[in-house]
């Protein structure tokens, strides 16, 4: 089957640092990768979209100058929280597209902790 | 952006009984698939109904979709504890597109 692998899967950071959330499609190409965020109890909202060699696409509300995102490969999209603040605390996940059979792949997730 | 509203928000059965969830959502689809995640855990696919079916099956699980009125339902049958979880809706407006989550429906079954 499709699988996506996201990295690391737990990470706690100090305020203001910078935090890269890797995802990486592993046995097909993915034209296109999706961001989300998940708040405690709450549902996963989408972030941005971003397709291979071309600049994301973020939702409204979304600050891409703090949410970094480069999809510089077919196999590969990374999310870089900058200048990381307690608020930015979160669940991230990816998902990606391209796979003829299954759509639709997900991570498994980052729990971005900020301190 | 969210695509439409579980309903319930939180459902508790006990092991056995039948539990029924129900996803309403806003513009058209593509396709519409429900979810399920356990407390911290990723998304685990449960099942995908294109835009032109009505009803599928899958073991436990039957999923209906009606388009006129914009809304689908999840029922899992003889529910059991390993079904305690959270379930969401997702919609895509056309292949590729970003699937959109509902708000998701909280089920928990005791023993």
């Known amino acids: 089957g499709a699988v996506v692998s996201q990295h690391p899967s737990r990470v706690i950071c100090k305020s203001g640092t910078s935090v890269k959330i890797e995802c990486r499609s592993l046995d097909f190409q993915a034209t296109t990768m999706f961001w989300y965020r998940q708040f405690p109890k709450k549902s996963l909202m989408l972030m941005a979209t971003s397709n291979e060699g071309s600049k994301a696409t973020y939702e409204q509300g979304v600050e891409k100058d703090k949410f970094l995102i480069n999809h510089a490969s077919l196999t590969l999209s990374t999310l870089t929280v900058t200048s990381a603040h307690p608020e930015d605390s979160s669940f991230y996940i990816c998902?990606?597209?391209?796979?003829?059979?299954?759509?639709?792949?997900f991570g498994s997730g980052t729990r971005l902790t900020v301190v | 952006s969210q695509q439409g509203e579980e309903d319930p928000q939180a459902l508790s059965i006990q092991e056995g009984e039948n539990a029924t969830m129900n996803c309403s959502y806003k513009t058209s689809i593509n396709n519409l698939q429900w979810y399920r995640q356990n407390s911290g855990r990723g998304l685990v696919h449960l099942i995908l109904?294109?835009?032109?079916?009505r009803e599928k099956h899958s073991g436990r699980l039957r999923v209906t979709l009606d388009t006129s009125k914009k809304s689908s339902s999840l029922l899992i049958t003889a529910s059991r504890a390993a079904d305690t979880a959270s379930y969401f809706c997702?919609?895509?407006?056309?292949?590729?597109?970003?699937?959109?989550f509902g708000k998701g429906t909280t089920l928990s079954v005791s023993s």
């Open positions: 998902s990606a597209s391209g796979h003829a059979v299954y759509g639709y792949t």
């Open positions: 997702a919609t895509d407006k056309q292949a590729g597109t970003a699937l959109i």
């Open positions: 109904i294109r835009s032109n079916e």
